[in-house]
């Protein structure tokens, strides 16, 4: 195997693992930070960081993987994924199947590293990962199995941390789902015309002219929620301060889709990696000051 074979291969990868393009990372990492958080009181043990923020990386990127292996005969007829790597034949399908369980594999390993309870829910997570990206075919509703992937490492956070799974984190859990339907049809916005060509479904073409009242509607859901969650653990003002900005963010999102231009739809969802960052802020100097 010679370098110049080798440097393309590792560089086809990186581009189908989207590590250029690290939003899904953030979206991923910033509920599972939040959990730590919650479960730690502020003082998550550094081992499980280490796990968690590694395993969001994998996953999160065997996620992109399996979604493009999926995705292969729908990509082509796609503008904005026409050029990846398995649609455009630069990676062989089998080939990213065996990267796909390459990264699952060396996710798995770090686990091992926790207790019995966070390896058994760790299966529930590859089996998420693994089943979102055919949900377009089935469901109008794919970015809710999106939402219970990226979340699922918010009771696997409880769990590695406390050993149990309280009230509080299928509370979280389930506002993480929410979020994520929001975000994730703006991204659906973009793609919306091409999917409908494709036959695909997605939130934003079962929502139709109702999309943007949906997402407000669901942006409201996720921030009650997240001040309930607040009034739970008792947290202070810092942490509402917080949502406040959230709040502005959120109303920031439905100005950029209002007119439904897929460029704006699509940094709209790029802006809730500061939605993401804007509450996990809150809860660390919660905890920083008052813990």
């Known amino acids: 195997m010679n370098k110049a074979y080798l440097k393309d291969r590792l560089h086809q990868y990186y581009l189908l693992t989207r590590l250029n393009k690290p939003i899904g990372i953030f979206l991923l990492l910033w509920p599972t930070l939040w959990a730590l958080w919650i479960a730690s009181e502020g003082r998550p043990d550094l081992l499980v960081l280490f796990v968690f923020v590694s395993g969001v990386v994998l996953m999160r990127s065997a996620g992109c993987v399996i979604n493009d292996y999926a995705d292969r005969k729908i990509d082509p007829l796609v503008s904005r994924t026409r050029l990846r ?80 799974i309280p009230k509080i984190a299928w509370l979280l859990f389930v506002v993480n789902i929410v979020w994520s339907v929001a975000y994730d049809t703006m991204y659906a916005m973009a793609d919306k015309e091409d999917d409908l060509k494709a036959g695909v479904k997605s939130t934003a073409i079962l929502f139709d002219d109702m999309d943007k009242v949906m997402i407000a509607l669901l942006q409201g859901i996720t921030l009650i929620g997240l001040y309930f969650i607040g009034q739970q653990l008792q947290l202070s003002w810092v942490f509402y301060t917080s949502l406040i900005v959230a709040a502005g963010l959120a109303v920031y999102q439905q100005q950029l889709i209002k007119n439904r231009i897929p460029k704006q739809c699509i940094q709209a969802f790029l802006n809730n990696n500061a939605f993401g960052g804007t509450v996990f802020v809150g809860l660390v100097l919660h905890y920083l000051l008052f813990a």
């Open 85 to 164: 790597p398995i649609a455009s034949g630069l990676v062989k399908p089998k080939e990213a199947l065996k990267l796909f369980a390459g990264l699952c594999i060396a996710a798995f390993t770090l686990v091992l590293l926790m207790n019995k309870l966070t390896i058994y829910l760790s299966f529930v997570g590859v089996g998420l990962a693994a089943i979102y990206p055919f949900m377009k075919r089935y469901t109008h509703l794919p970015q809710v199995v999106l939402g219970m992937a990226f979340g699922w490492a918010i009771p696997m956070a409880f769990a590695a941390q406390t050993g149990s």
